[in-house]
């Protein structure tokens, strides 16, 4: 079922500037209040609700008028009525054997348009000193240190998509790494997304803590599931329009380490928007590797901030679309101490009439001396008609750092596709060779083998890799 909100149970005490934004607000409160249990031991939620659907409340859809969204143009997604469903998709019989990875088998939480579906997960393979759990089912004994990581960390709340999703969140994937604890298994949170009668918006909240000493791989997977259920009539099958927005927390603590994979194959059709939010103390290491492959329109923000000396930041990225697609990455790191380094790789292949942004942000301020840092985006266009915009930044005020920054576009060379033919290769496969070669070094760079192996397999089968197709 919908949640209707009428007029009535609006809030009239504050200025909605945005109706279109208003109506979505609406529905999740509706939610919040008629539907959802909320335990005792998390009513400090509520204030931080509050707080975020009053900033929601004032604000409106940004438009390219904006800096940050210039060549992102959202007029398509606020012509869409989007419902918030909270029917039991998660109890349909589905057989998710294929989406599983080997290596997380029972390693794994699995959540269906936003909801918890604990039916489809399993975390028996895990060892002491780490929590992998929804929300609501959290330990008691840590309940009360959550609201410490929930929504505090300031570089990025003052934007509209987070703070609607954290008016709203009730369900929410909380993984929690103890002190010195070194997770050799990787965590595998996959975000389902299925559509019914309408387009639907779905809200994923994830929450990823590493103490200090400790060590975890994560996988955060977003996949559109069209089929594979026990009856097909409850659903709308095909490339069907829906919302996905979400949101991840990382905190890294002294001396901790996280690998994180992050994968955006939603439905053709969907939109997605997403941000990732990361907070490194002392001497800790974080490696992203951000993979976007779906959505008609999508956006990912990714921010990292800097609370300590001698951090190890890696930012590997790789975007690949064709079509009508549009898929845009902003990223910024903050490195307010000395002695950190970073070094960042995105790279887009473009094919079709597909458009592709990418806006990298370093800031390096005096503070933040004996800085290395290193950006590249590198671009492929298989297509006259494929568009790319890239912007990298370094903004420094340190005098004793070491910082490159640089961005290239090109098409696949005439002299590479020659030298492949003269070797008995055809043309295609010549394209594919290349395509796939300058796709490698960032798959190869991902932990593992069985989603390394999925996504090369990606990229092989792509359609548009003639010029014009």
Known sequence: MSIEVSQSQASNTLVDRDPYLSELLNQFQGLIFEEVPQPETFAWLQQVRDRAANFVRHSTIPTTREEEWRFTDLSSLQQVKFNVEIRGFWSIKFDITRLTLPEAVDSRLVFVN???????????????????????????????????????????????????????????????????????????????????????????????????????????????????????????????????????????????????????????????????????????????????????????????????????????????????????????????????????????????????????KVFVPKSAQLTNAAQLNRNLLLSSKARVDTKPQLEITADNVKCAHGATVSQLEDDEIFYLQSRGIDENDARKLLVNAFAAEVINKIPIPSLREILLNIVNNLKSISPDS
Request: with cysteine; aromatic share 8%; glycine share 6%.
């Open 114 to 360: 936003g909801v918890f579906a604990p039916d489809l997960s399993s975390v028996a393979d895990l060892p002491e000193g780490i929590w992998v759990e929804d929300l609501a089912e959290f330990p008691l004994e840590y309940r009360s240190r959550l609201q410490n990581y929930y929504s505090v960390q300031e570089q990025g709340t003052q934007e509209v998509f987070t703070a609607l999703n954290t008016a709203a969140f009730t369900n929410a994937s909380v993984v929690w790494v103890g002190k010195n604890v070194v997770v050799e298994t990787p965590i595998h949170l996959l975000f389902l997304s299925i559509s019914g009668n309408s387009p639907i918006l779905s809200q994923p909240r994830s929450l990823v803590v590493a103490e200090s000493g400790s060590s975890v791989t994560l996988i955060e997977d977003y996949l559109y599931q069209p089929t594979n259920i026990e009856d097909p009539d409850q659903i709308e099958l095909g490339e069907v329009v829906h919302f996905t927005n979400a949101v991840t927390e990382i905190w890294i603590e002294e001396n901790a380490q996280v690998n994180h994979t992050r994968i955006q194959r939603d439905s053709a059709e969907a939109f997605h928007i997403g941000k990732t939010s990361v907070s490194q103390a002392r001497d800790s290491r974080y490696t992203s590797h951000a993979i976007n492959l779906g959505a008609k329109l999508s956006r990912h923000n990714l921010e990292i901030l800097q609370t300590g000396e001698q951090t190890e930041t890696t930012l590997n990225g790789l975007t690949m679309i064709s079509g009508k697609q549009l898929s845009d990455t902003h990223s910024a790191l903050a490195l307010n101490y000395p002695h950190g380094t970073s070094d960042q790789l995105h790279k887009c292949i473009v094919g079709d009439r597909a458009h592709a942004v990418f806006n990298g």
